[in-house]
C-alpha cells in the first residue's frame, strides 16, 4: 500500500469512527508525535492504520446497504468497561455529581493532557491501553480516598499507608477490599433503614 493510500485510508477511519479534529489529531499525537499525516513516513502511517483498526475501523471498500452496527471500543474492552463502572459506581455513591458518560469523557481527557502534548483524549472509549491504565489508576485512587474519608467519619477508623483499619483492628489494602467493605457498609445501613 502507498503513502497515499494509507493517508486515504487513515481519513476513512477518522470519518468512520465519527472521531472530531482534536480526537483524531491526539490519537496521532499518542501513536507518533505528529499531528499531520503529511509530515509521517510510511512506517508511522502503518502504526496510525493499525491502531485506527484496534479500536473499530473495518474497511471493506464497499459501502454495505444495511451495515451492522458498530460496536463501541468501549463495549469490547474490559479496561473501558472498568473505567466506566467505577465512575458510575462513585455518581451512584454520593463521590461525583455527575456520571454520565460526558462527564468522565472530560476527566480522561483531563487525565491524559500531558500524555498526547496537551491535547487529552476526548472520548473514554478511545484510550489506548497504556492510557486507560493510567485513567483507571488515577480513578481508582480517587475513589480510595472519597471511601477512607467517609468512612473516617466514624470513630477509631484509621487509614495509614494504604491500609484501612476499623475500630476491631481487622484491616483492608488495595481498592477491591476497600470498595467491597464499604459495599457491606451501605448495604448493612440500607437493610437497617428499612
Same mark, same amino acid.
Given at each position: 500500500m502507498t503513502k497515499n493510500q494509507l493517508i486515504q485510508l487513515i481519513h476513512i477511519a477518522q470519518s468512520q469512527l465519527g472521531l472530531d479534529d482534536e480526537t483524531y489529531r491526539a490519537l496521532l499525537v499518542t501513536e507518533t508525535q505528529k499531528r499531520s499525516c503529511a509530515k509521517m513516513a510510511k512506517s508511522e502511517l502503518e502504526r496510525v492504520y493499525e491502531a485506527l483498526k484496534t479500536r473499530g475501523f473495518k474497511y471493506t471498500g464497499v459501502k454495505k446497504r444495511h451495515p451492522a452496527p458498530a460496536v463501541r471500543v468501549s463495549d469490547r474492552r474490559g479496561d473501558i468497561k472498568k473505567i466506566r463502572g +467505577? =465512575? +458510575?459506581?462513585?455518581?451512584?455513591?454520593?463521590? +461525583?455529581? %455527575?456520571? *454520565?458518560? &460526558? &462527564?468522565? %469523557? #472530560?476527566? #480522561?481527557?483531563?487525565?491524559? *493532557?500531558?500524555?498526547?502534548?496537551?491535547?487529552?483524549i476526548k472520548n473514554h472509549a478511545w484510550l489506548d491501553p497504556n492510557l486507560a491504565?493510567? #485513567?483507571? !489508576?488515577?480513578?481508582?485512587? =480517587?475513589?480510595? *480516598? !472519597?471511601i477512607v474519608e467517609r468512612l473516617s467519619l466514624v470513630s477509631g477508623v484509621r487509614y495509614n499507608n494504604g491500609v484501612l483499619y476499623l475500630?476491631?483492628?481487622?484491616?483492608?489494602?488495595?481498592?477491591?477490599? +476497600?470498595?467491597?467493605?464499604?459495599e457491606a457498609v451501605i448495604n448493612q445501613k440500607y437493610r437497617r433503614g428499612k
Open positions: +467505577i =465512575w +458510575i459506581t462513585m455518581g451512584h455513591q454520593g463521590f +461525583i455529581s %455527575d456520571s *454520565r458518560d &460526558a &462527564a468522565l %469523557d #472530560v476527566f #480522561v481527557e483531563r487525565m491524559t *493532557r500531558k500524555f498526547t502534548g496537551g491535547l487529552g491504565a493510567h #485513567v483507571l !489508576e488515577s480513578l481508582k485512587k =480517587w475513589h480510595t *480516598r !472519597e475500630p476491631d483492628n481487622t484491616s483492608y489494602n488495595g481498592y477491591d477490599k +476497600i470498595t467491597q467493605l464499604y
